[in-house]
């Protein structure tokens, strides 16, 4: 079973960055595809950005040329590289851990753009 742990949240003004971390611990890190959600009060929680156990990225419109996700391996940890955050990004963001047979959650963090 892998548990995941998400850290690098918080309050930001606008035009600001934050990194996300999800470090992993217990499971085989490699063998699943990591993704970052988020969810806004009220809101559906969606897909914010992927990568894949090869390396493959891919990211929602609202946040392609702002946000990077990236992987080691080495350390069990994907990040997520926010840079000119607006005030729509704010959400509670979910770490997810994906295989065709199971799918692993971490508690969230709260990101907050707000001036």
């Known amino acids: 079973q892998v548990q995941l742990v998400e850290s690098g949240g918080g309050l930001v003004q606008p035009g600001g960055s934050l990194r996300l971390s999800c470090a992993a611990s217990?499971?085989?890190?490699?063998?699943?595809?990591m993704n970052w959600y988020r969810q806004a009060p009220g809101k559906e929680r969606d897909l914010v950005a992927s990568?894949?156990?090869?390396?493959?990225?891919n990211y929602a419109d609202s946040v392609k040329g702002r946000f990077t996700i990236s992987r080691d391996n080495a350390k069990n940890t994907v990040y997520l590289r926010m840079n000119s955050l607006k005030p729509e990004d704010t959400a509670i963001y979910y770490c997810?851990?994906?295989?065709?047979?199971?799918?692993?959650w971490g508690q969230g963090t709260q990101v907050s753009v707000s001036s």
């Open positions: 217990r499971g085989v890190f490699i063998m699943y595809d």
């Open positions: 997810n851990a994906h295989s065709q047979l199971q799918d692993y």
């Open positions: 990568i894949t156990r090869g390396g493959t990225t």
